[in-house]
C-alpha cells in the first residue's frame, strides 16, 4: 500500500477528560496538537507521539459498558530511558515507555490480545501485507505490533467504547486500499466517507473485529479524491 505517512495512529476513548489530559500531558509527556470535534458530542484531542497521533476521543454522553478491545498496551519509545517504565492512564490502559530500540521500537509499538494468532499473522502478512519481522511481529512503518495468543481474548464489537479501540493508517488513495484490503479478505467496518475538508476515512476489522481506519488526510494527501490513475 501507498502511506502517506510511516507512523500508525492510536485511537481511544474516554467520559473522564481532565484526569486524562493531565496524564498523557504530564505524565507520559506527549505534546498537545490540536482539537477537532467529531461530532455526535465528540471531541478528539489529537497529540504527538514520535510522529504517530494519540487521539483522545472525549465523548459528552456516557460511553457504553464493553469488553476491552484488543489493543492491550502501547508502547512509547523515549531516548534517555534506561529501563521500561509501565503506567497506566486514569482509565486503566495500560502504556509502557521505553528505551529507544527496546524490542526493535524506534516510535511506537502496540501489544495485540488475540484469539487465534495463526488468523491473525495470516491477516497481517496477508491482508495488510505487512512484513513479520520476527515471529509474531509485524512492522507497519515504523510501528511495530506484538501479537499474543490470549485466551481472555473476546470478539470487538463496539468501537465507541472506553479504552484503546482503533489504529489510523494514513494512505494516498482511500478508496484504493480499502477495495483492496477487502479484495484480499478483510472484514469491511464502514464504506469510505468524506469528513469536511479534512479527511475521507473508511474502517475495517481484523479477525477478532478490532477497528482499523483508513484515513486520507488533506494535510497529508494535497487532495480528497481518488487517484485518477487507478
Not at 467529531?38 to 454522553?61: E, F, I, Y
Not at 493508517?169 to 486500499?177: A, C, M, P
Request: some cysteine.
Amino acid at each position: 500500500m501507498e502511506l502517506a505517512k510511516d507512523h500508525i495512529d492510536v485511537g481511544l476513548f474516554t467520559n473522564n477528560l481532565e484526569p486524562m489530559l493531565a496524564f498523557w500531558q504530564q505524565d507520559v509527556g506527549l505534546a498537545f496538537e490540536e482539537l477537532l470535534p467529531t461530532g455526535g458530542g465528540n471531541r478528539q484531542h489529537r497529540h504527538a507521539m514520535n510522529g504517530s497521533v494519540l487521539k483522545l476521543n472525549h465523548a459528552r454522553d456516557p460511553l457504553p459498558e464493553a469488553p476491552p478491545s484488543g489493543y492491550r498496551e502501547l508502547l512509547i519509545a523515549r531516548a534517555g530511558l534506561a529501563a521500561p517504565r509501565e503506567l497506566r492512564d486514569p482509565d486503566g490502559n495500560r502504556v509502557t515507555l521505553v528505551p529507544l530500540g527496546h524490542r526493535g521500537i524506534v516510535a511506537i509499538g502496540v501489544r495485540f490480545g488475540v484469539c487465534d494468532l495463526e488468523a491473525f499473522r495470516r491477516f497481517f502478512g496477508h491482508t495488510l501485507q505487512l512484513p513479520e519481522v520476527s515471529p509474531g511481529v509485524f512492522e507497519w512503518g515504523d510501528t511495530l505490533f506484538f501479537l499474543e495468543q490470549d485466551p481472555a481474548a473476546l470478539r470487538t464489537e463496539e468501537m465507541r467504547a472506553p479504552g484503546f479501540r482503533y489504529i489510523t493508517v494514513q494512505v494516498r488513495d482511500v478508496e484504493k486500499e480499502h477495495a483492496a484490503f477487502l479484495q484480499r479478505g478483510a472484514e469491511e467496518g464502514r464504506a469510505p466517507v468524506t469528513l469536511g475538508a479534512t479527511a475521507r476515512i473508511s474502517f475495517i476489522r481484523d479477525p477478532d473485529g478490532n477497528w482499523i481506519e483508513v484515513s486520507q488526510r488533506a494535510s497529508l494527501t494535497g487532495t480528497l479524491e481518488p487517484d485518477p490513475a487507478r
